[in-house]
C-alpha cells in the first residue's frame, strides 16, 4: 500500500489544495493530508480550526484523512508509513521553492519520494494569501474556497471590525 503525505499551512483550504489533494488521492492508496502546526509565518487561522476545515473539504475523498503534526515533514511521513511527499506547483517560482525543500527532504530521508503535481490552470493564480486578502477586501470568494470555508473567512472579516484590517496582517501572509 503507497501512502502519500500532502504537507501545508492550509491557512486556509481553498479549491487549489481540494483539486491537488483529489488527484494525489487518484494515484496512491492513502493520502494524509498534513497541516503544519507551527509554520514560522503568522497565520490566521489556528491549527485545530484548519485541521477542521480540511476534514470538511476532503470528506468526499474516502482515502483522504487529515492531521495535523510538528516538526519535520519527513518525520511525520516516517511516523505515517507514508513513501511519498507530495506537493502543488502553480508557477516557476514554486518550482525553485519545492526543487530546495525536495534536496533537502531526499537529504534527510533518503526512503521518502517527492512528487509535485502541476496545479490545474483554473486554480494557478490561486494561494491561500490572494484568498484571504480577496476576503478582507470584500471580493467575491465564492469561485475560490468551499463554502464552510467561506463562512470561517466572514466571520473573520466581520471580527476585523469597522476598520477592514485584518487581524493579522496581510502582508505577513504567504503560502
Do not use: W
Not at 497541516?35 to 482515502?63: G, H, W
Not at 467575491?140 to 466581520?158: F, G, T
Amino acid at each position: 500500500m503507497t501512502i502519500a503525505v500532502y504537507p501545508g499551512t492550509f491557512d486556509p483550504v481553498h479549491y487549489g489544495h481540494v483539486d491537488i489533494a483529489q488527484r494525489a488521492a487518484a494515484l496512491f492508496d492513502q493520502l494524509v493530508v498534513a497541516v503544519y502546526d507551527r509554520p514560522s509565518k503568522q497565520i490566521l487561522f489556528p491549527t485545530a480550526e484548519r485541521v477542521v476545515m480540511c476534514r470538511e473539504a476532503f470528506a468526499k475523498l474516502p482515502n483522504v484523512r487529515v492531521s495535523a503534526y510538528r516538526g519535520l515533514t519527513v518525520d511525520f511521513a516516517r511516523e505515517v508509513g507514508a513513501q511519498v511527499i507530495v506537493r502543488g506547483l502553480r508557477a516557476l517560482s514554486d518550482f525553485e521553492f519545492e526543487f530546495h525543500m525536495a534536496l533537502m527532504n531526499k537529504k534527510l530521508a533518503p526512503d521518502i519520494e517527492f512528487v509535485c503535481l502541476m496545479t490545474n490552470l483554473e486554480y494557478a493564480y490561486l494561494s491561500a494569501t490572494t484568498l484571504k486578502e480577496v476576503a478582507f477586501l470584500g471580493g467575491d470568494i465564492c469561485s475560490l474556497s468551499p463554502p464552510h470555508v467561506q463562512d470561517a473567512l466572514r466571520h473573520r472579516v466581520e471580527a476585523a471590525g469597522d476598520t477592514g484590517e485584518a487581524p493579522v496582517p496581510l502582508s505577513s501572509l504567504r503560502d
